[in-house]
Antibody
Framework: EVQLVQSGAEVKKPGESLRISCKGS????????IAWVRQMPGKGLECMGI????????RYSPSFQGQVTISADKSISAAYLQWSSLKASDTAMYYC??????????????WGQGTMVTVSS | ETVLTQSPGTLSLSPGEGATLSCRAS???????LAWYQQKPGQAPRLLIY???SRATGIPDRFSGSGSGTDFTLTISRLEPEDFAVYYC??????????FGQGTKLEIK
């Protein structure tokens, strides 16, 4: 079974750092792009960026460039989303998702269960 | 950046009825790079349609997509109780930003 399993919910204080993870299984992890998608409470979906685990080629949406870091470790089939200094406005559900092949890499056919990040003093 | 505007914001219908959801882009979407997702409360989104009209694996044929250029439509022919959810359109190209519409909530009347 193809699946993406994300790390658990996090509660952090403003200014703290954080890395959340997404582990793929049931398919060739290095052959598909992985996206990170933000959903703020009660709001819609925003694609933050994508990474190709095969060579770590990473593309960010302009709104998120410089705000987060996306990385991957192909040896353990994991992708990561990282913050160096969290803000209260980073409070959201974060999903990882698998992109289809080729020019359909922006189509997300398999999703993780989501990681809720709460940033509060 | 392409802005997607979905209408209506909320659609109230009864099971068995048909639903038509609209997605309009601020600029032409090339090669019909338009997808539709369904999201139920507390769940991750689910891919329904890509390439404007291709159904994803396992999606019932009561879901269909159409359109090109700047105007796209998701049609659900006969609503089942499990179809009541929020629906998002999304445009994609070779690189981000892959923008989503703001969503249409399909609720039971």
């Amino acid at each position: 079974e193809v699946q993406l399993v994300q790390s658990g919910a996090e509660v952090k204080k403003p200014g703290e750092s954080l890395r959340i993870s997404c582990k793929g299984s049931g398919y060739s992890f290095t052959s598909y792009w992985i996206a990170w998608v933000r959903q703020m409470p009660g709001k819609g979906l925003e694609c933050m960026g994508i990474i190709y685990p095969g060579d770590s080629d990473t593309r960010y949406s302009p709104s998120f460039q410089g705000q987060v870091t996306i990385s991957a470790d192909k040896s353990i089939s994991a992708a990561y989303l990282q913050w160096s200094s969290l803000k209260a406005s980073d409070t959201a559900m974060y999903y990882c998702a698998r992109g289809l092949i080729g020019d359909r890499r922006g189509v997300f056919d398999v999703w993780g269960q989501g990681t809720m990040v709460t940033v509060s003093s | 950046e392409t802005v997607l505007t979905q209408s209506p914001g909320t659609l109230s219908l009864s099971p068995g009825e048909g639903a038509t959801l609209s997605c309009r882009a601020s600029q032409r979407i090339s090669s019909s790079y338009l997808a539709w997702y369904q999201q139920k409360p507390g769940q991750a989104p689910r891919l329904l349609i890509y390439g404007a009209s291709s159904r994803a694996t396992g999606i019932p044929d009561r879901f269909s997509g159409s359109g090109s250029g700047t105007d796209f439509t998701l049609t659900i022919s006969r609503l089942e109780p499990e179809d009541f959810a929020v629906y998002y359109c999304q445009q994609y190209g070779t690189s981000p930003p892959y923008t989503f519409g703001q969503g249409t909530k399909l609720e039971i009347k």
